[in-house]
Nanobody, 125 residues
């Protein structure tokens, strides 16, 4: 299962770090990703990281502001999303997901196999 946490209410320009705890499977071998869904909008891809952490990819909308990382050291794999210079348009429910591969362009669930419940991030202006 995947459990995202760390959301909250922040002001524009602030930073926030989201965490995702992945357990119950060998998530250390999975691609992990962060996504978000704002009210009335489709879920969008934000960032992904391969199993070793050696390869990352980002959506243009967050490149340079958000950083994804992971820690496979323990049975529960942790995935983080460091979010800097937050903007009101970053307000959304943020989800972490895992899969054997990812389709960052879209498609059914972006090709990810497991999804956690989201955590709400609200950025005030």
């Amino acid at each position: 299962q995947l459990q995202a946490s760390g959301g909250g209410l922040v002001q524009a320009g602030d930073s926030l770090r989201l965490s995702c705890a992945a357990s119950g499977r060998t998530f250390s071998s999975y691609v992990m990703g962060w996504f978000r869904q704002a009210p009335g909008k489709q879920r969008e891809f934000l960032a992904a990281i391969n199993w070793s952490g050696g390869t990352t990819s980002y959506a243009d909308s967050v490149k340079g502001r958000f950083t994804i990382s992971r820690d496979n050291a323990k049975t529960t794999v942790m995935v983080y999303l460091q979010m800097n210079s937050l903007k009101p348009e970053d307000t959304a429910v943020y989800y972490c997901a895992a899969g054997t591969s990812i389709n960052t362009s879209g498609g059914p669930y972006y090709g990810m196999d497991f999804w956690g419940k989201g955590t709400l991030v609200t950025v005030s202006s």
